[in-house]
């Protein structure tokens, strides 16, 4: 058997018509495992790559074999139990199964585990799904300084000291201090050659090598006195503080954790707002996040607490809008941030409180925030909250609301809510 074994240095992307070909084909697991693991991460991690391990049996490549052709008949000695025609089974235990104890027989082949990249996560996370621009209704940014290379300089401390820049300055001076010793040195040293080859024996002759033999003497040490590297060599990196725009914003994540909100409905929140922050942080540098949860009161909490608490109760839904109106103006002045925010609810409230609600989203947030989106994770009918809503929907063009009732629905909902605006 002929082996051949291909030691070729790969270059740079040289596979990436392999990989995508090997992507396409393995489509549908990479996808459901990209599914599982948004499940699975926080808001702030899915901007990362994944590891997906593909079962053996799915890349497993189709064998062609060279039988003996024609129709043959067998007499297998030894035979009570099978007549023609019959199958043999497979022979019990023989398989290469997944046990929980050990044995001393089978083998198989592990998971092929394939990492994708980063932008390749994305691009399955947003395969069906083209992200429009953000509506602005302003953009305020805040001027900060940053330290941006700027030649070099004479002057400076020993950490910013530019050692290749310095070494070539070092020999650059180096040539050109000695350029005229060493000429003069291999002048002095041929005359030399040419008095010693004469025989001569004349006073004068003599004297003359005495003195090219001193001369040569003073220009080697000259060339030899010459320092490696002088205090006028070192350059040191300059750096100046730069003038730099940059924009900053704050989301605020709302959700209702009442009774009415189980786990399926907080999972498609989730995944809602998952697409806002990725859509964020792809305008902004820099981007907070701020977590309410409410029943029939108001919390600010980190991320686990968020989606993962049990803490559940009634209803009142302007505890939250409050809450977010207060930090905002502790934290967030709208002078400086930009501001926006996404509530996730089923829709009930406690009828009472639903006027109240939108008096402040009218009077306390969306005059200050770039946008607001409310979406209602239910597939029952629209209750109060909605009627109120809808009347500030048609007040404010930075307010926007929608419906989802499955997850298939997530993407065309954010789509609809995100979709860029025409002039």
Known sequence: ????????????????????????????????????????????????????????????????????????????????DFITGDKIPRPPGSGSGRGSKASNSGEGLDNFVFELSRDEFLEFFFEDLELPDMIKTKLTTVVEHKWVRAGYSTNGIPAN?????????????????????????????????????????????????TLLEEEIRQLRQRIDNIPFIDSFDLRYNHRIKQPQPSTQAVMFCLMDVSGSMHQKRKDIAKRFFILLYLFLTRTYERIELVFIRHHTTAKEVDENDFFYSRETGGTVVSSALQLMHDIIQ??????????????????????????????????????????????????????????EYEKVQSVFGNFAMQEIDALANIYPVFRELFRKQTA
């Open 330 to 387: 502790d934290r967030y002045p709208s002078g400086e941030w930009n501001i926006y925010a996404a509530q996730a609810s089923d829709g009930d409230n406690w009828e009472g409180d639903s006027p109240h609600c939108s008096e402040i989203l009218a009077d306390k947030i969306l005059p200050y925030v770039q946008y607001f989106a409310y979406i209602e994770i239910t597939p029952d009918r629209h209750q109060t909250l909605w009627r």
């Open 161 to 209: 000291i530019s050692i290749i820049r310095s070494l070539r300055g070092a020999l650059a001076r180096r040539i050109a201090m000695r350029a005229p010793a060493t000429q003069r040195l291999r002048e002095a040293e041929e005359e030399l050659t040419l008095l010693k080859s004469d025989n001569d024996e004349d006073g004068r002759m003599q004297s003359r090598i």
């Open 1 to 80: 058997m002929t082996q051949i074994i291909d030691r070729r240095l790969n270059g740079k992307k040289k596979s990436a018509v392999n990989r995508r070909r090997f992507i396409r084909r393995f489509k549908s697991q990479i996808k459901q495992k990209v599914s599982e693991a948004v499940n699975g991460r926080s808001i702030t991690d899915i901007d990362k790559g994944e590891k997906v391990n593909i079962p053996t049996k799915d890349i497993s490549e189709p064998l062609f074999g060279h039988g003996s052709g024609g129709h043959r008949e067998i007499i297998q000695p030894g035979n009570t």
